[in-house]
């Protein structure tokens, strides 16, 4: 009886899935980022694309944090070519450096506007052609209302939104797939070397719809993340310890 | 003048130039004119002939700019209209004529708002630019003359009005020849020994043997479509529908041959003598009406109908091909060719202006900020490879911002630096990256680009400006972010 129930809940439950945004993906176009435990955290174990994701940042210096993981996912997802546009108002995104992400930067639209309102629009505009894989907005301030046209226009073209929501003065609930918050963690090189590593982050993912939030710390190299393993820690700390 | 002072439309005046020290005359209007007062006259001698003649400085070129402006005017007549000489207008009406109803009355509409203006003017219309020349200007009997009474129309004319020389003019007069009809059947080859090629040339052109070609003043586009209208148009549903009726002419057209439109110009003709237009630009040619009208639809707005426009162009200045699209199976990654793109974006410039559109392309310059460069197109493919050799920062500051740092000389990285106020404390560094300043562009001192990080783990992209000298301090800057 018990065992009929849980069958009966998880067939439910992967009903409500599509109804809430979240179409199962076609096999061919799945994306892999690469990185089980994070895909682990989404239904069907699979990053959603065709959604909106927001990216939130305490302070600006996170911003580049923010920037890197959203090119190394952006990487992942242009690996069969494809264009993805940049909506923003003051940009400080340096082109020439996604090309150590994987990315060719020319592939890359940037759209820069005056006013935030003006990027809510474009960005709604460019979610809605189907001929992209890509959307990537820096906006500050935005409502649910507004959140909720961009995730049907995504609904209908199936492009992947990313929201950067850089210091907004309230952090409302918007209607996006997922919410997360990176951070930057000091590099190490192996064996304790002298010199800056590769980019770490630390990946928090606040929220997720019907999956489970977490916390990662991941490092960016040779094109691919990579779990940070703690034990690296130890043995330096180790050999500090021993060299004091 | 008269348009401006309407009370000049029934007194005798002249226009003058000032020459070797006196006034002549330069133009003489029809009283002036028929009180024996003639172009080259001099003023003083012309006020004892008219004690009040009015006189009114001419300007070098008046009569040329005039003639040009109404030139163009008579494009709401038909859209080939050329100057002719110093004095004359040539306008090619095949095929505007039906629009007024028939010859007499276009003739009649040309006029009257001609004569409103205050222009005296004659105007003929034939078959050949020569007899029209010649019937406007010498011809008594009538202005339209069909194509079966050209012969007739022209025989009892003078030779002048075949555009002749002076010197052909004085010898056909001296032989007694006064009217074409009297040498048009002379043999050719004794008219070409006596009064040379111009004569039979002139000839042929008025009898239209020969072909001749006007040079519009505004060249005629290739992509136009023109919708008169009955009424004058006031209203934006007006101007919408009148659009959308020619971008559908003009993109069949363009589909039929296989072309789209890059840049297009919306024009309306008001009642004001005055034109309203408004124009478009696309990344990608194109001839679907439904983007091209959503394109102009925002800027319809801009146009002041005022007392409403009587004709509407729409004139594709330019065209390019359209190079098919291989169909792909399989369609989840287009790409920047595809054309939902492009109308995306063209929508977007549209809205916005057409410089928020950036798409960058490697530049062989070693200076960050110089390392790349704005592509031309969507089409522009980069010329270099990127380089990924280098590291460099995800975020990059417009310019670079000084910071204060205390750094072990002379080639050490900083230890910390204070940016913003705050201290951050360096925790780990690269080895410097120098980059020289390019010199055959712009001299600069030298910067050592230092890779740091803090004691938080954000990393960033600090440089120093110059060699440790004895007696500057170099200065330290910061010029991006590290993810």
């Known amino acids: 009886m018990d065992a009929c129930k849980r069958n009966i809940i998880a067939q439910l439950k992967k009903d409500i899935l599509p109804l809430q945004g979240l179409k ?96 809510l629009y474009a960005m709604h505009e460019a979610l809605k052609c189907d001929k992209l894989i890509s959307v990537i907005g820096e906006i500050k301030e935005i409502n649910f209302k507004e959140s909720r046209k961009l995730q049907l226009a995504v609904e209908q073209s ?59 710390k991941v490092e960016w190299a040779s094109n691919q993340f990579k779990e940070i393993k703690e034990n690296i820690f130890s043995i330096q700390q180790a050999q500090k310890q021993k060299a004091g | 003048m008269i348009h401006r002072q309407p009370e000049l439309k029934n007194v005798p005046f002249v226009l003058a130039l000032p020459d070797h020290g006196r006034m ?33 400085d001419d300007h070098l070129n008046l009569a040329d700019k005039l003639l040009k402006r109404l030139c163009n005017w008579c494009i709401r007549f038909t859209p080939i209209a050329a100057v002719d000489g110093t004095d004359g207008l040539i306008l090619d009406i095949t095929g505007c004529v039906h629009l007024w109803g028939s010859e007499p009355l276009y003739l009649k509409a040309i006029m009257n708002k001609l004569k409103s203006f205050g222009f005296n003017v004659r105007a003929a219309i034939a078959d050949t630019i020569g007899a029209a020349w010649a019937v406007c200007r010498y011809g008594k009997i009538k202005a339209i003359i069909n194509p079966n009474d050209q012969r007739e129309a022209l025989m009892a004319l003078p030779p002048a009005a075949l555009r002749l020389d002076d010197m052909i003019i004085d010898r056909l007069q001296k032989l007694g020849l006064y009217t074409i009809s009297s040498f048009m059947n002379i043999p050719r080859s004794a008219l070409r ?10 000839l042929d052109q008025a009898f239209g043997k020969e072909e001749e070609i006007i040079q519009p003043l505004q060249p005629v586009e290739a992509y136009m479509e023109r919708l008169p209208c009955l009424q004058p148009i006031q209203t934006a549903v007006g101007i919408e529908i009148a659009l959308q009726q020619l971008l559908e002419n003009l993109c069949n057209r363009l589909l039929k041959e296989g072309k789209g439109i890059r840049v297009a110009v919306f024009k309306g003709y008001r009642v004001d003598s005055k034109t309203e237009s408004i124009s478009i630009s696309t990344n990608h040619p194109s001839h679907h009406i439904n983007h091209l009208f959503k394109l102009f639809e925002l800027k319809i707005a801009t146009i002041e109908p005022a007392l409403g426009i009587e004709l509407f162009t729409l004139e594709a200045s330019k065209v390019e091909d359209i190079v098919p699209l291989q169909e792909t199976f399989w369609t989840a990654n287009g790409n920047l060719e595809s054309k939902e793109v492009a109308e995306l974006l063209d929508h977007l410039e549209s809205k916005f202006g057409s410089n928020i559109l950036h798409r960058y392309l490697p530049n062989e310059h070693h200076l960050p900020e110089h390392s790349i460069k704005l592509a031309a197109s969507l089409k522009e493919e980069p010329t270099t490879t990127w380089p990924s050799d280098k590291t460099r920062p995800i975020q990059l500051l417009q310019k670079p911002k000084p910071i204060e740092v205390t750094a072990p000389i002379p080639d050490y990285p900083p230890m910390n ?20 300043a390019e010199w055959w562009h712009k001299p600069g001192l030298q910067r050592d680009y230092y890779v740091v990080e803090d004691e938080e783990g954000k990393r960033y992209w600090v440089f120093r400006s110059g060699h440790y000298n004895s007696d500057t301090k170099p200065s330290w800057f910061i010029h991006g972010f590290f993810a």
């Not at chain 2, 209007?29 to 004690?51: L, S, Y």
């Not at chain 2, 020994?193 to 002139?202: D, E, K, Y």
């Open chain 2, 417 to 436: 630096f204070r940016y913003e106020g705050k201290l951050h404390t360096i925790k780990k560094a690269d080895a410097c990256e120098r980059i020289e």
């Open chain 1, 24 to 119: 199962a993906l076609v096999t061919d176009n799945h994306i892999n980022i690469g990185f089980r435990p994070i895909e682990l955290a989404f239904p069907n174990a699979t990053f959603p694309t065709g959604c909106t994701h927001e990216f939130l940042s305490a302070s600006p210096k996170d911003i580049s944090a923010t920037y890197g993981f959203i090119s190394g996912l952006l990487s992942k997802m242009m690996q069969t070519g494809g264009a993805a546009i940049w909506v923003s108002t003051s940009r400080t995104l340096f082109p020439a450096a996604l090309k150590s992400f994987g990315i060719k930067p020319d592939q890359i639209i940037f759209i820069d506007l005056k006013k935030e309102r003006d990027v």
């Open chain 2, 193 to 202: 020994r006596r009064f040379g090629q111009q004569l039979l040339l002139r």
């Open chain 1, 158 to 216: 199936r492009v992947t939104g990313f929201i950067i929501r850089n210091q907004p003065r309230i952090v409302n609930t918007i209607a996006c797939v997922s919410r997360w918050r990176i951070s930057s963690l000091p590099s190490e090189l192996n064996d304790g070397m002298p010199g800056v590593g590769f980019p770490r982050w630390n990946i928090e993912l606040l929220k997720v719809r019907n999956g489970s939030p977490g916390n990662w």
């Open chain 2, 24 to 56: 002549r005359i330069t133009e003489v209007n029809v009283f002036a004119k028929a009180k024996g007062i003639f172009a080259g006259m001099v003023v003083t001698d012309a006020k004892i002939i008219i004690p009040g003649l009015q006189v009114f």
